[in-house]
């Protein structure tokens, strides 16, 4: 039973469509989030959500815009993709917005742009 | 100064060596820490959180030292499955998130 699960886990499209990611936990947690990992393995967050709210909107494009209808799901729609937005996007969730207990990660949702 | 600083390695060490990682932190009022593991093309999983006394799981050992910044990973008697970056995480205080140093390579060969 995973606990938080991410689709698609490979996504190849060309520049300028439009695509989603998809993320749900299931542990009961009230926090969400979207971590990017780029080419250089160095994992960034983009955004965090409790309770559906947002609450971290760190420097990203506006082209990318999370969605959260239940604190159970935290999706992510990008526009018009780029060249640099190849990377591997990692949906994490955590008991609380502290987080003092860690996050727990999706398998991650390796995105390449042709 | 970078927010969380680790050496990338590769550290390579024979099966049974005992190795050790250091990872640094720029913000003195960082409040929880951890190390995660990440296997190749694999999502960051929880390995140990780090208190301030000090902890231990099995062959892992972590410490933590304030006044310096700076955390520790100690893995004893390595295995070969033990190969992986494992990452170096602090978390700020207030509604912050956890921030990832850029991991340190472990390569164990038989």
């Known amino acids: 039973d995973t606990a938080v699960s991410q689709t698609p886990k490979y996504l190849v499209t060309q520049m300028g469509n439009d695509k989603s990611i998809k993320c749900e936990q299931n542990?009961?947690?009230?926090?969400m989030y979207w971590y990017k990992q780029d080419s250089k393995k160095f994992l960034k967050i983009m955004f965090s959500?409790?309770?559906?709210?947002?609450?971290i909107n760190e420097t990203v494009p506006n082209r990318f815009s999370p969605k959260s209808p239940d604190k159970a799901h935290l999706n992510l729609h990008i526009n018009s993709l780029e060249l640099g937005d190849s990377a591997v996007y990692f949906c994490?969730?955590?008991?609380?917005?502290?987080?003092?207990?860690?996050?727990?990660f999706g398998s991650g949702t390796r995105l390449t742009v042709v | 100064r970078k927010e969380v600083e680790q050496d990338p390695g590769p550290f390579n060490v024979p099966e049974g060596a005992t190795v050790a990682f250091n990872c640094t932190y720029s913000?003195?009022?960082?409040?929880?820490f951890f190390w995660y593991r990440q296997d190749c093309r694999k999502e960051p999983k929880l390995l140990m959180s780090?208190?301030?006394s000090g902890n231990e799981d099995g062959r892992f050992t972590a410490q933590l030292n304030r006044a310096s910044q700076y955390i520790s990973l100690l893995i004893r008697d390595s295995k070969l499955s033990d190969s992986a970056t494992y990452l170096c995480?602090?978390?700020?205080?207030?509604?912050?998130?956890?921030?990832f140093g850029k991991g340190t390579m472990l390569l164990v060969s038989p």
């Open positions: 542990l009961g947690h009230d926090t």
């Open positions: 959500y409790n309770n559906k709210e947002l609450i």
């Open positions: 994490a969730s955590s008991q609380d917005l502290a987080g003092a207990y860690g996050y727990t």
């Open positions: 995480v602090v978390l700020a205080p207030g509604y912050s998130t956890l921030t």
């Open positions: 780090v208190y301030s």
């Open positions: 913000n003195s009022a960082s409040q929880s």
